[in-house]
């Protein structure tokens, strides 16, 4: 059955790889199958809304065929997959570990309620450095964004549909609501939050293919939040009032660059944008900001450009990289980015991996990409050395043993579950400020994507 399936599905001008993904129209979406008109929860085999279904198993992914209007890129294709909602669901629902403590985890926190209420506004205003007083609206795009993308998170764990339903809303009150960003660190506003609601956006087009708002989710994010990112290391948008124009010679640290990124290609997915997704791949591999790979893990070894200015914004700039890598993949299939240039990627997270477990590493006094940028560092920093960010089962999970280092860390006693610090929403200024969390439920058990 399955090679008959292929065999067809190749006619018909398709593909199914490794991890038995294939595209699939945007008008056919994943709804759980109901009972009584109502979601049943850990359901495992999902339905595609098209002219001809095929099941194949609950390890296999849904193959859709004779479909009208195919999509670009496949979805969903974000940083999660059908194959990986089928793992998640199946483990949690056979209370398996680790999946089981992870899942009760983000389930049971009480600041993330069903009926969760958004508090979009109209500016984004995010100041150098957060939090500042001048930073009004971006804790609420923060929280907001972090929100949406757990709520569907929880769906993917369960199977219920309401918890969609919430990200849904979520996302339609900023579709309705927002106009711009402003402020000097706008870019990483519009960068990291704003993945992780467009990373949100492609769950909830999955779980809810009716969703009355999506049109205007469209506009937003393609109009309001992309442009603030659309060169990676310079900002065009043209919102409310904004700092000067900022060129890439004379640019930010490289975690701007890698988060502009995640956020375009996971905007892009969303779209169904083939050119978008294709800059971030150019830039990915030839940009002239401190982002790009080769600019950001500077050599061979895997030092990063951020190496001497501390480990928390070096593994935000590679937790970046890494999504972006990862979403590439999942949209079209390609693995290069994560073999680009001798598997620099891995490098870097090795490196950085192995000095933060205390193990020595070489280091090369730089200036980055630009050395009129000023960000020139001589010594390796030892500051938030061994604070771990909750970016480790990703990388974990996308290379298996060939990240030794990666693999020690998620490794190590109390690691698990990733992010997990309760409230999950609250008050401080960094509650969505960097990787999303949650990688034990839902990247842990991943097949590998790259054999070294």
């Not at 402020?183 to 990483?188: A, I, N, P, W």
């Not at 083939?274 to 895997?302: C, F, H, Q, S, W």
């Not at 030092?303 to 890598?325: N, P, W």
């Not at 020595?360 to 200036?367: D, L, Q």
């Amino acid at each position: 059955l399955h090679e008959l399936i292929e065999h067809l599905w190749t006619i018909l001008g398709g593909g199914v790889n490794s991890r038995g993904r294939t595209s699939r129209p945007r008008g056919c979406g994943a709804q759980p199958n109901r009972a009584n008109g109502r979601p049943l929860l850990g359901e495992l085999t999902m339905t595609w809304q098209c002219k001809f279904v095929v099941h194949v198993g609950i390890t296999a992914s849904v193959v859709s065929l004779g479909a009208s209007h195919g999509a670009a890129l496949q979805h969903p294709g974000g940083w999660h997959t059908v194959a990986d909602i089928e793992r998640i669901r199946s483990n949690v629902l056979a209370q398996r570990e680790p999946w089981a403590t992870a899942a009760a985890f983000l389930l049971n926190d009480s600041s993330l309620t069903l009926d969760y209420q958004p508090s979009a506004v109209a500016t984004v205003h995010r100041d150098c450095c957060n939090p500042h007083p001048n930073s009004s609206g971006n804790e609420q795009f923060e929280k907001d964004s972090i929100a949406a993308y757990y709520q569907g998170v929880r769906w993917m764990a369960t199977g219920d549909v309401r918890y969609a339903d919430s990200a849904m809303k979520i996302i339609d009150a900023w579709a309705a609501t927002l106009e711009g960003f402003a402020g000097h660190d706008q870019m990483l506003a519009a960068g990291i939050y704003g993945s992780h609601l467009a990373q949100a956006a492609e769950l909830v087009a999955t779980a809810l293919p009716s969703w009355p708002g999506r049109s205007a989710a469209v506009r937003m994010f393609r109009n309001v939040i992309y442009p603030v990112c659309s060169l990676f290391c310079g900002r065009t948008s043209t919102g409310p009032p904004m700092p000067p124009e900022q060129t890439c010679e004379h640019g930010a640290n490289g975690n701007w660059d890698t988060g502009c990124m995640g956020m375009v290609a996971s905007v892009a997915v969303f779209l169904d944008n083939v050119t978008m997704l294709d800059t971030v791949l150019e830039y990915y591999k030839g940009g002239r900001g401190n982002g790009r790979l080769t600019n950001y893990i500077i050599n061979p070894a895997g030092q990063c450009q951020e190496s001497g200015r501390d480990q928390a914004h070096t593994q935000d700039g590679i937790e970046h990289l890494l999504e972006t890598a990862l979403t590439l993949y999942h949209a079209t299939n390609s693995t290069e980015p994560f073999t680009l240039s001798d598997h620099r990627l891995l490098a870097g997270i090795e490196y950085t991996a192995a000095y933060n477990l205390n193990h020595t590493v070489p280091f090369t006094p730089n200036c980055g990409a630009y050395p009129t940028s000023g960000w020139c560092f001589k010594t390796i920093s030892n500051k938030s050395r061994g604070d771990f960010s909750a970016m480790w089962e990703m990388a974990a999970a996308v290379y298996g043993p060939a990240a030794k280092f990666a693999s020690a860390v998620v490794g190590r006693p109390g690691y698990r579950p990733e992010g997990a610090r309760a409230p999950i929403i609250n008050n401080g200024p960094h509650v969505g400020d960097g990787p999303p969390g949650q990688g034990t439920l839902t990247f842990y058990g991943m097949p590998p994507i790259v054999v070294v």
